[in-house]
């Protein structure tokens, strides 16, 4: 089996998401207790963890608002947002959408809307797993060349 590298998202539950699809995925196709070798890099959390640690919940929740606060400065989004931008798309045409974010997989679900949604980790997850069982076809179905 190949060794895919993974490098982990700013939010550890996207990382989660990969790990896991990955790991299932390789276990559904070998059997058993099998999962993925797989080398991964994350982001250090630090700053949560000391405030968690020193019991300064307040303090984490000013870090997540005002990060929600920039977000939103930069035009950052709301799932109703989202799910408006999802029903226009539909309206002019479109079969599906694909939620090529991270974030957004963990922040909608196929319940919120009639339109198919593609999710970005479960496709990456299944042609990671795809590619370290030796499938060959991936490398060339990405190839630029």
């Known amino acids: 089996m190949?060794?895919?590298g993974l490098l982990g998202c700013m939010q550890w539950e996207s990382?989660?998401?990969?790990?896991?699809?990955?790991?299932?995925?390789i276990r559904d196709a070998k059997g058993g207790l099998h999962s993925a070798k797989l080398v991964m890099y994350s982001v250090d959390f630090a700053a949560v963890d000391r405030m968690q640690r020193g019991d300064d919940w307040d303090?984490?929740?000013?870090?997540?608002?005002?990060?929600?606060?920039?977000?939103?400065?930069?035009?950052?989004?709301?799932?109703?947002?989202?799910?408006?931008?999802?029903?226009?798309?539909?309206?002019?045409?479109?079969?599906?959408?694909?939620?090529?974010?991270?974030?957004?997989?963990?922040?909608?679900?196929?319940?919120d809307t009639e339109v198919p949604l593609l999710n970005a980790v479960d496709i990456h997850a299944t042609k990671a797993v795809n590619y370290a069982l030796g499938d060959s076809t991936w490398a060339r179905s990405t190839s630029h060349g």
Do not use: F, H, P
């Open 15 to 25: 990382t989660l998401a990969y790990y896991r699809a990955i790991n299932q995925g």
């Open 59 to 111: 303090g984490i929740s000013e870090l997540l608002c005002e990060a929600e606060r920039k977000q939103a400065k930069a035009g950052g989004g709301s799932k109703k947002e989202y799910l408006q931008v999802i029903e226009d798309l539909a309206e002019q045409g479109a079969d599906a959408v694909i939620l090529g974010s991270n974030d957004l997989c963990l922040l909608l679900a196929q319940t």
């Open 2 to 4: 190949k060794t895919i």
